[in-house]
């Protein structure tokens, strides 16, 4: 039984594969450093996600650690789920749509997610259409240490219907109708941020 839920088809080796490209790209270009990120996907009935202490630039497949929606892990000898998996939970819980899941320490949104916002359901400028179309409107977490019981109350509590959050002085968190998507959403939150940043300097002359 146990066999055949995490018997690894072709689908499911597309998908890891597009799993492991998004971490690699993103490690690559500067998006994350050291271990701090992780990414998930669903499948079947499970969601798989990136291991504890994994690093983007090197992540493989054997790394992707399968868990079950209550996020008890299907292999307990395997390798450890990421210790921020209940922030990705809370996503799948918020809409069957979502299929996927991305949280970066970008370093453009780690210093938005710095600065204070009016509206924490709305925390991103919209400079340029690229973010309401690949995205939408982005929502703040208040800051609560990473792991923490009080991060993922602080994330039940600000969960609605956007797919993108921003995390009090930490990083951006995206959930996606695929990987390729959550990828889209993570990638636009942070060039935003970055556009964000760029702009007020100029302006300051
Ligand atoms: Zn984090």
């Not at 922030?87 to 710095?114: G, N």
């Amino acid at each position: 039984m146990e066999k055949n839920r995490t018997s690894k088809s072709e689908e499911w080796r597309r998908l890891a594969e597009q799993a492991l490209w998004i971490a690699h790209s993103l490690f690559d270009r500067g998006k994350t450093s050291g271990t701090t990120a992780n990414l998930s996907f669903r499948y079947g009935d499970l969601i798989y996600i990136t291991c504890s202490g994994s690093c983007f630039g090197t992540l493989q497949e054997d790394q992707l650690t399968a868990v079950t929606p209550d996020g008890v892990p299907v292999n307990p000898d395997g390798p450890k789920p990421s210790k921020e998996f209940t922030l990705h939970q809370i996503l799948y819980q918020s809409s069957d749509k979502i299929r996927a899941v991305i949280h970066t320490h970008s370093p453009a949104t780690v210093l938005w997610s710095c600065l204070p916002h009016e509206n924490p359901r709305d925390v991103m400028p919209h400079i340029t259409p690229y973010l309401d179309m690949k995205l939408g409107k982005v929502a703040e977490v208040p800051y609560a240490a990473p792991g923490s019981e009080e991060l993922f109350q602080a994330m039940r509590d600000s969960i609605g219907p956007e797919r993108g959050y921003l995390l009090k002085n930490h990083g951006g968190i995206v959930g996606g109708t695929s990987l390729m998507n959550a990828f889209e959403g993570i990638e636009e939150l942070e060039q935003t941020a970055w556009l964000a940043k760029e702009l007020i300097h100029c302006s300051r002359g």
